[in-house]
């Protein structure tokens, strides 16, 4: 795993601080922490296709609240948005601390963490928690982006129309023995696995290979990293 700086330690310290103080809030309001969001918002105007994980809104818990609130999560803004009554829609931003139970029967639960991307910048967004297991805890983030429309190059050529687009789901694990206040991307191909479990890899890829097994599933993954516990 990746070695933390000592800017990165006060990074998070800082964020940890941050986010604390304000789930503290959390757990009695959501006034001071939400924003009305533009639910006809011009820029995705035409736009083929959802930016939405689920079009309808469902009911969830947010953090503490005892209030249940019809919500959905904006896939390509990153927001959760929440209905406040039959007109006005409000939403939250991953940069908070936020634990969003659904209540319609799935026990889906997404929650707002720290990852490191491709950049290898740090930043926050809404997981799903898949698995909660004793050394693991196993996290999909399912993403979509927006392609803006295209006009015709030539009257022989046809535009594009702006759309939304489904980009791969991505699986993040958090070791709860690990002390990484951060979540990496769980790598598919076979050179970075290897890389990605150190030690480990070889051993994960000869036994995903013999069980037929993926790293970009997630019961694929969760027996790979039991078994990763067995062999350490």
């Known amino acids: 795993m990746v070695k933390k700086t000592i800017s990165l330690a006060l990074f998070l310290l800082l964020g940890l601080y941050g986010t ?25 105007k035409d736009a083929e296709g959802s930016k939405y994980l689920d079009q309808q809104f469902t009911l969830a818990k947010i953090n503490n609240l005892d209030k249940v609130y019809p919500v959905r999560f904006d896939l390509v803004d990153n927001i959760m948005e929440f209905k406040v009554n039959d007109k006005d829609v409000k939403g939250v931003t991953p940069k908070q601390a936020y634990r969003i139970v659904f209540v319609d029967g799935s026990d889906r639960i997404f929650t707002s963490k720290t990852i490191m991307g491709n950049s290898k910048d740090l930043e926050r967004c809404f997981l799903e ?13 399912q993403r979509k982006k927006f392609q803006k429309a295209q006009p015709a190059k030539s009257g022989y050529e046809q535009g594009i129309s702006a759309k939304f687009k489904v980009m791969n789901t991505q699986f993040y694990v958090d070791y709860i023995e690990d002390s990484i206040d951060y979540l990496l991307e769980i790598p598919r191909t ?35 990293l039991e078994y990763r516990q067995q062999i350490r």
């Open 20 to 44: 604390a103080q304000i789930a503290q809030n959390a757990n009695t309001t959501l006034n001071d922490l939400s924003f009305f969001v533009d639910v006809n918002n011009s820029k995705y």
């Open 129 to 141: 928690e898949v698995h909660v297991g004793d050394a693991f805890l196993l996290y999909k983030r």
């Open 190 to 224: 076979k050179k970075k696995v290897k890389s990605f479990f150190g030690e480990s890899g070889d051993a994960l890829i000869k036994y995903a290979k013999k069980e037929r097994l993926a790293f970009d599933s997630k019961e694929s993954l969760v027996k790979i």
